[in-house]
């Protein structure tokens, strides 16, 4: 019930935006344009444009901790494909810096590295969405790419990496090629989950689908049909079966209320691609050599 | 134009796709191209001839392909020894880039000394070629971004650009070498 509420009234709220906004900050960075607006006690990063469909980042302002976005908390299934709770976190784009919050929130002693490669980012998700650093939370300003090969070549390894660098008007190309995919599962723990959230609904989805399995295997792919977002869940190993899913989302079910995320019902949201392989097998795989993706992207 | 587009993706994998890639790409372009107008204006001067013209197509051409065979170990290595992807992003940049692009430079001020038959005319061959060479510039830029990047890999495009170019060498060395025949064989007839 509750949640029907919430959900009618982000809806409502979005859709009422252009009369209620109220433009908080404006500012033209070397990227992009970003605006932070607030519709009543919802607070929203924007990128670019004034239209809902390009919301970075979203937050309550009476209830910082409660997830506003549906993809934030789908991004949690990446607990229940792994048994170990994460202990060094590595999230490229930060947005609003809302899941290194809610993850230092959860697991106060993991180490988060949050990368953005615009400073304005960093700052704004400072200054308005209470995004913050200690000593187990750190911010770099950095091309993620770049990034992940330096961690590579320091031989560093992470328990979780989140890939959210993508938005829906510009991919960077060089980070959905399989010598990336690649260089990220370098760094994965043996334990290590990879979750990216991705948009394509587009012809990239069979490309960007084929370059995961290239790389991973087959992995998951978590979505719940309330938006075009998908998360693809990757690991080192054999998936999961649904069983040990299942328990693992018992075990994680009362942590992560708070949030808003009911990990029980996320692990009904999760489709193997062992079992269901949505595109052709003979996809070309996006490389280095060739990632036209925001071509493909349209 | 086409090759200077695909710097960027050649790039992005060492150096980011921050602002300053393209700033560097732009600077280096830029600048060898500059020296490239200087020295091919230079060597214009020194009896010049359509085989020579030609010889700085097909150079070029020869000077494009380390950017397909060792992009990938000069991009390591300055990754490994660079911290600063400005810097590091310059350096790949003019390691690559500088001499292929040196020569299509001295391309231009050569096709002037080689057009210009008349003084008064001068502007107007200048004018001419200017327009040839900035519209194939703008179309060599449009078509890879749009299209060639869709269809092939990076090396493939720039391996077609190395062969157009030393192809192109080729016709001019060879209409050269027709050209002399003929003069000879025509000077031959006017003395029998």
Request: overall charge neutral.
């Amino acid at each position: 019930m509750n949640k029907w509420l919430v959900s009618l009234t982000i809806a409502l709220a979005l859709l009422s935006a252009q009369s209620f906004a109220k433009v908080v900050h404006k500012e033209r960075s070397m990227y992009r344009n970003i605006l932070v607006e607030d519709i009543e006690n919802l607070r929203c990063l924007k990128f670019n444009v004034k239209t809902s469909k390009t919301n970075q980042s979203c937050i309550y302002k009476n209830d910082p901790r409660y997830l506003v976005f549906n993809y934030t908390k789908l991004l949690f299934s990446s607990l229940l494909v792994t048994n170990k709770d994460p202990e060094s976190v590595l999230i490229i784009g930060l947005g609003g810096g809302t899941m290194s919050n809610t993850i230092h929130e959860i697991y106060p002693n993991a180490k988060i590295e949050n990368i953005e490669i615009d400073p304005a980012v960093v700052k704004v998700a400072r200054k308005y969405f209470g995004f913050f650093e200690n000593q187990h939370i750190t911010s770099k300003t950095q091309d993620g790419r770049i990034f992940v090969k330096r961690a590579g070549i320091k031989k560093e390894k992470y328990d979780w990496i989140i890939l959210d660098a993508f938005n829906g008007d510009y991919i960077p190309e060089h980070l959905l090629t399989k010598e990336f995919l690649e260089e990220v599962k370098a760094l994965l723990s043996e334990d290590g989950v990879l979750s990216a959230n991705t948009f394509s609904v587009s012809e990239l989805y069979a490309h960007e689908s084929a370059t995961y399995k290239a790389v991973y295997g087959d992995f998951f792919n978590v979505r719940n049909g309330r938006n075009t977002n998908r998360i693809i869940l990757a690991i080192n190993k054999p998936l999961p079966d649904g069983q040990t899913i299942m328990r693992r989302a018992k075990s994680l079910q009362a942590l992560l209320e708070p949030f808003g995320v009911n990990m029980v019902e996320l692990s009904s949201n999760m489709y193997s691609t062992a079992e269901d392989q949505d595109w052709p097998e003979n996809t070309k795989v996006l490389t280095d050599q060739f990632s036209p993706a925001n071509l493909l992207n349209q | 134009m086409g090759i200077e587009m695909l710097g960027g993706r050649i790039l992005a994998p060492y150096f980011g796709s921050s602002v300053h890639i393209w700033g560097s790409i732009i600077t280096v372009f830029m600048l060898s191209l500059s020296f490239g107008y200087l020295l091919g204006g230079k060597f214009s001067t020194r009896s010049p001839s359509l085989t020579k013209y030609g010889s700085i197509f097909f150079i070029s051409g020869i000077t494009v392909l380390p950017i397909v065979l060792w992009a990938q170990p000069i991009m390591e290595l300055i990754f490994t020894h660079i911290e600063d992807t400005r810097y590091g992003s310059l350096l790949a940049c003019m390691v690559l880039f500088f001499i292929p692009t040196i020569f299509m430079g001295m391309i231009s001020p050569y096709s002037v000394r080689l057009l210009v038959k008349d003084k008064n005319k001068s502007g107007q061959v200048a004018g001419v070629l200017y327009f040839v060479s900035t519209l194939g510039s703008a179309l060599g830029t449009i078509i890879t971004s749009f299209y060639f990047v869709l269809h092939f890999e990076v090396n493939t495009i720039i391996y077609a650009y190395s062969i157009l170019l030393m192809l192109l060498g080729i016709v001019a060395i060879l209409a050269d070498k027709l050209n002399v025949q003929l003069k000879q064989d025509v000077a031959g007839v006017a003395h029998e």
